[in-house]
């Protein structure tokens, strides 16, 4: 089993930059493929981004692209998401979910952390 916990979260302007991080428990957290997803208020969860357990393989929706990175350090056990020229849009619950396949439908989720982007 993996339990993720994320952090980094909080209020930023438009514009703005926030890391997101993700740390997960285990000794096989390199065997895992790690995504961020999102829920803003009144809508569905959106996947955002993902990267394999090596590293070597990231997936991003097209919305963050060029904004939004994805990157992890299997030394630390931590995922992270760099948010860049953040949007209003942007505003989610923003959670990490871990799975033995990236295309897999992620098996252990955190509890998310907030984001908000104030115009």
């Known amino acids: 089993q993996v339990q993720l916990v994320e952090s980094g979260g909080g209020l930023v302007q438009a514009g703005g930059s926030l890391r997101l991080s993700c740390a997960a428990s285990?000794?096989?957290?390199?065997?895992?493929?790690l995504g961020w997803f999102r829920q803003a208020p009144g809508k569905e969860r959106e996947f955002v981004a993902a990267?394999?357990?090596?590293?070597?393989?990231?997936f991003y929706t097209d919305s963050v692209k060029g904004r939004f990175t994805i990157s992890r350090d299997n030394s630390k056990n931590t995922a992270y998401l760099q948010m860049n020229s953040l949007k209003p849009e942007d505003t989610a619950v923003y959670y990490c979910?871990?799975?033995?396949?990236?295309?897999?439908?992620?098996?252990?989720w955190g509890q998310g952390t907030q984001v908000t982007v104030s115009s």
């Open positions: 990267i394999s357990g090596s590293g070597g393989t990231t």
């Open positions: 285990g000794r096989t957290f390199s065997r895992y493929a």
């Open positions: 979910a871990a799975d033995t396949d990236i295309l897999g439908l992620y098996d252990y």
